[in-house]
């Protein structure tokens, strides 16, 4: 019998709706295809600038902030278990995200990796960059990037997170 297009799956998970309807996405296309899924989630650095010399020095992420990146990494593996998927997952790394993500897929092969996109505006996506342009653009597996449903006409549109 043929391997699953999808054997291996993985998604990244950060606690914001985005990366929850990207769980969603990543536990149904699991179960279809009765994947592997791994649950991946970064802690972040972040970057101190320090003097012209030396232009950025990274600090550690806090403990409270790691706990809390783990913590939600634990949730999304429960939330994986309960949904039936037999065969998950949960990493938590430290560092640059986009690094960590593309890091941690030429490690450990996926046939897909699934985001989410906080759908930043042209303006916030060149000055602060998108996570998941870079990701999608370095790795070597297809991506699947989960976006928000777009508002229901006549309905308040829901309240857009800043990256």
Known sequence: ???????RITVTVDGSRHGDRALEFAIDLAKRFDSELTVLSVAPVYAIYASATEPWVSSDVPESEAKAYREIVD???????AAGIGSVTGICLEGV????VIAHVERHPTDLLVMGSRGLSATKRLLLGSVTDVVSHHVTCPVLIVRM??????APAPPTVSS
């Open 149 to 154: 449903p777009p508002a229901k006409s006549g």
């Open 75 to 81: 949730r999304a593996v429960k939330t994986c278990e």
């Open 1 to 7: 019998m043929p391997e699953p297009p999808f054997a």
């Open 97 to 100: 995200i986009t690094d960590e």
